[in-house]
C-alpha cells in the first residue's frame, strides 16, 4: 500500500521559513517522481514543484520560483519543500503526491493528508 | 495557460453530470481529473484523458478534443456530490482547472 506523510507544517512570521517532509512507503520511492501541490483555505488546488526520480531535474510553479527548493533523500524514502520569504499567500495544506507511473509528474494517483502551514503575524 | 472549469453544476439523482474543462488546444495535452470532499485528500478518477484508476466506478468517464476535456459521471450517485478539478501539463508546469462544485440534488 503506498503510503505518504507529511509533516512539517506550522505557523510562522511573514518572510520566515519552513521544511516539509513527505514520508514515502509501500513502493519504490528512488524510481518515482514527485510532486508538492497546495490548498489554500477555500481554495482550489494549485501545483507547486515536482522533482524527477534521481533528484536531478525540479519544475516550480512561478509564484514559489525562487523561495522554494524541492529536493528528496532517496535513502530514507523522503520528499522535501523547503520554503523560504513565506508570505500569506503561502498559507496552505500542501499535499505530497506520487504519479500514475514511475515518471508521471502530471496526473496523481496517489496523496498524502497534507500538512497545513499558516503564515501570519 | 489557464484551464477553465464551471463553478458549480448541479444535477438530480440517477442523471448525467458533464463537467467541462477549456483550455487552449487542451486536446493536444493529456488531462485529468481529480475530485474532492470537503476535508480530504483529491482522488484521482480519470487520467490520460480516458483512463480509470483501479477502484474508480465504472460510471466515470472521461473525453479530450479540440479546447475541451470532459468528465462524465452516468447514473449519478449521492455520493459523487464534491469538487472536481481538471489539470494538464503545459511548457514544464502542471495546471489546474479552478474546480467545479457539483451538487447532487
Not at chain 1, 527548493?69 to 520528499?79: E, G
Request: some cysteine; aromatic content about 10%; hydrophobic content about 30%.
Amino acid at each position: 500500500e503506498v503510503l505518504l506523510l507529511e509533516s512539517g507544517g506550522g505557523s510562522v512570521q511573514p518572510g520566515g521559513s519552513l521544511r516539509l517532509s513527505c514520508a514515502a512507503s509501500g513502493f519504490t520511492f528512488s524510481s518515482s517522481a514527485m510532486t508538492w501541490v497546495r490548498q489554500a483555505p477555500g481554495k482550489g488546488l494549485e501545483w507547486v514543484s515536482a522533482i524527477n526520480a534521481g533528484g536531478t531535474t525540479t519544475y516550480y510553479a512561478d509564484s514559489v520560483k525562487g523561495r522554494f527548493t524541492i529536493s528528496r533523500d532517496n535513502s530514507k524514502s523522503t520528499l522535501f519543500l523547503q520554503m523560504e520569504s513565506l508570505t500569506a499567500g503561502d498559507t496552505a495544506v500542501y499535499f505530497c503526491t506520487k504519479g500514475t507511473s514511475p515518471a508521471a509528474i502530471d496526473s496523481f494517483a496517489f496523496w498524502g493528508q497534507g500538512t497545513k502551514v499558516v503564515v501570519s503575524s | 495557460y489557464e484551464l477553465t472549469q464551471p463553478p458549480s453544476l448541479s444535477v438530480s439523482p440517477g442523471q448525467t453530470a458533464s463537467i467541462s474543462c477549456s483550455g487552449e488546444k487542451l486536446g493536444d495535452k493529456y488531462s485529468s481529473w481529480y475530485q474532492q470532499k470537503p476535508g480530504q485528500s483529491p482522488i484521482l478518477v480519470i487520467y490520460q484523458d480516458n483512463k480509470r484508476p483501479s477502484g474508480i466506478p465504472e460510471r466515470f468517464s472521461g473525453s479530450n478534443s479540440g479546447n475541451t476535456a470532459t468528465l462524465t459521471i452516468s447514473g449519478t450517485q449521492a455520493m459523487d456530490e464534491a469538487d472536481y478539478y481538471c489539470l494538464a501539463w503545459h511548457s514544464g508546469t502542471v495546471v489546474f482547472g479552478g474546480g467545479t462544485k457539483l451538487t447532487v440534488l
